[in-house]
């Protein structure tokens, strides 16, 4: 795991296989609702998968702490997402 334990090697390697081809201002959206809140806006699966790629392409996971489980869980639950879009699963 890295930055304080949030996030494990395996899930940055998701993150950054990921796309970051969203609408900057819904990626800025969840981000903000991560720091603020800890909670995901109910957007779109490609812009939390964006968002994902940006905390850790950006090494800005410590902004939002166990947020990043947060998103994790809402991508996993995401109607939306495919097998591909999946992160990997926790072992701990």
Do not use: C, I, Q, Y
């Not at 970051?20 to 609702?33: K, Y």
């Not at 090494?59 to 939002?64: G, I």
């Amino acid at each position: 795991m890295n930055e304080e334990g949030v996030a494990t090697e395996v899930e940055v390697e998701w993150a950054l296989a990921g796309d970051s081809a969203a609408p900057t201002e819904l990626v800025e959206e969840v981000l903000t609702g991560l720091r603020t809140t800890g909670r995901t806006p109910k957007v779109g699966v490609d812009v939390l998968r964006a968002a994902a790629f940006r905390l850790v392409s950006e090494d800005r996971l410590d902004e939002v702490g166990r947020g990043w489980l947060e998103l994790l869980d809402a991508v996993r639950a995401h109607p939306d997402a495919r097998l591909a879009d999946l992160p990997p699963a926790r072992t701990d």
